[in-house]
């Protein structure tokens, strides 16, 4: 399932691709991957600067629009079932949603402030501030809670969802953090990756709330781990080579780590609930993308899907029978 935040900042050959510089608006759309046979069986246009997925369960999905809007989708028609506005248009913020208790998605809004979205009345219950510049956010795996990471201070904050709240933060970690994940197998941690040249990944205990760095020796940009194991990955875009990787890691605190090349610049990732594989999204360059299918257990890549447009979050069902890619065309 999806736990990530995606990079706001492309580079397409020798180039920075930055989506905030432009002022026009890009469609965006969907493609849905069956997990059993790796084929692609259904697409969606349409979406005006899409930027995050969330899914719904097994049955719907949502984006999340740069222009302060939310698409609401029946997955199995692939048809847009409603759309409402959740804020004004923004550069900067629509990148994340998660869902830390029933009913309800958070997702970062504009000008850096938390959206709570009711699903039951497609509107807006809540917004409110967690820090000065929130870059990415997870759902606690045990308890009502979810974590903002904060580029703004280099901190992770713990808030309650029943009363929008925060109860605890850490100290600075040693980079900005671009995604955050919860692990549901001890539930002990939490795992922040910051996009520095050591490629560190904060491991935050929450018992203590206190960080100690993992080294993975490039700059990440997204992280899943996997459901009811220890097993978690961490994309590397690698702008400078010709190719990026996927870090496969084995435990929460002196992990074994194992490179995996990707074809192209690995931005998002997510993990298939109820399989053993995580899903890469990468940019292979002139406006196209590719979906690659990794077997943790064997570190073998076992499918690869190319899609059209630049990439932006990928995520799967909760039964893990199918997998969504989001990517524009600007």
């Not at 493609?31 to 930027?51: E, L, Q, W, Y």
């Not at 196209?288 to 899907?305: C, D, F, G, L, P």
Request: charge should be negative.
């Amino acid at each position: 399932m999806k736990v990530r935040r995606m990079l706001p900042l492309l580079l397409i050959a020798s180039a920075c691709y930055n989506p905030e510089e432009h002022d026009i608006v890009s469609e965006s759309g969907v493609v849905k991957i069956r997990v059993a046979d790796n084929s692609v069986v259904g697409t969606v246009g349409g979406v005006p600067d899409g930027r995050a997925l969330c899914s719904l369960g097994n049955l719907e999905f949502m984006v999340a629009s740069g222009t302060g809007s939310v698409y609401r989708f029946d997955s199995q028609s692939m048809a847009l079932d409603t759309s409402f506005s959740v804020g004004f248009g923004s550069g900067s913020g629509y990148r994340d949603m998660i869902i830390p208790k029933p009913g309800y998605v958070y997702l970062i809004g504009g000008a850096g402030r938390i959206v709570e979205v009711s699903l039951a009345g497609n509107s807006v219950a809540a917004e409110f501030q967690v820090g000065s510049l929130p870059s990415a956010m997870c759902a606690s795996q045990s308890v009502q809670r979810f974590y903002v990471a904060d580029e703004g201070d280099c901190r992770i904050r713990e808030v309650d969802a029943t009363t929008n709240t925060v109860l605890r933060q850490t100290e600075p970690l040693g980079a900005a953090p671009v995604a955050v994940a919860a692990e549901s197998y001890l539930k002990e941690s939490l795992l922040a990756v910051c996009a520095d040249e050591a490629g560190t990944v904060g491991r935050v205990a929450l018992n203590t709330f206190h960080v100690s760095p993992i080294y993975i020796y490039s700059p990440g940009s997204d992280i899943s781990i996997f459901p009811a194991d220890t097993v978690w990955a961490v994309t590397h875009p690698d702008w400078s080579a010709d190719n990026g990787r996927v870090a496969i890691c084995s435990n929460f605190y002196m992990p074994e780590v194992t490179h995996i090349q990707i074809a192209g610049h690995p931005t998002s990732i997510c993990s298939v609930p109820g399989t053993t594989l995580f899903y890469v999204l990468s940019y292979l360059g002139s406006g196209a993308s590719r979906v690659t299918a990794v077997n943790y257990v064997t570190n073998a890549v076992v499918a690869e899907i190319d899609i059209a447009g630049f990439p932006w979050d990928i995520t799967s069902h909760a039964n893990g029978e199918f997998v969504l890619a989001l990517t524009s065309g600007l």
